[in-house]
């Protein structure tokens, strides 16, 4: 729905992004324009999209469904502080502010972590400490036993030991 009206009522767009991209895709984008492209590179490409699609219509329908506590999570993009548009301010130092924003469902709130550079950078540790934080707060909230988690591809966020060791001890200890 969101699409269908920002593309017909307000002839919108999205564009692709420059970064974040997905190895595999990128794989098959290169293969494909040098036309260098293998079967094997398209089979698994096709397997990944497929996933892929797959993916987004569980997380939908998990989302849609008011009973299931799903919490949707991101790391927002690094947001240098202060944002000033005077040209000797313009090229000094800024401090780093990075934000773990997580959305859930059956409430519609909204959590958000956030610390600067000074104190942590933004490595798997660093927002698995934010993420511990939010789920903290979630559960002194909310009677919760059962909690569905989503978030994008990012590395620190998914791919890292120590992200998924801190998760595994938090639902241990809290979600008993």
């Not at 970064?19 to 094997?40: G, H, I, N, P, Y």
């Not at 892929?52 to 991101?74: A, G, Y």
């Not at 090229?91 to 956030?114: D, E, H, M, S």
Request: one cysteine or more; hydrophobic letters at 35%; aromatic letters at 12%.
């Amino acid at each position: 729905m969101y699409n269908r009206i920002f593309v017909t009522e307000f002839n919108l767009g999205f564009h692709f992004p420059k970064s974040d991209r997905c190895d595999l895709c990128e794989k098959f984008k290169v293969s494909k324009q040098a036309q260098t492209l293998t079967d094997d590179v398209k089979y698994e490409y096709d397997v990944h999209q497929t996933s892929k699609m797959n993916m987004r219509e569980v997380r939908s329908e998990e989302k849609k469904n008011k009973d299931l506590p799903v919490l949707l999570f991101d790391l927002q993009n690094v947001i240098p502080t202060p944002h000033v548009n005077i040209s000797s301010l313009f090229y000094l130092r800024k401090l780093n502010i990075y934000n773990l924003t997580a959305y859930y469902t059956p409430t519609k709130q909204v959590y958000c972590a956030l610390w600067s550079e000074n104190l942590s950078g933004r490595a798997g540790n660093d927002i698995a400490s934010a993420f511990h934080k939010i789920l903290t707060v979630l559960t002194e909230e909310n009677d919760i036993t059962v909690l569905i988690t989503w978030s994008d591809s990012s590395v620190p966020q998914n791919r890292i030991q120590s992200f998924q060791t801190q998760f595994c001890i938090f639902s241990r200890i809290i979600l008993k």
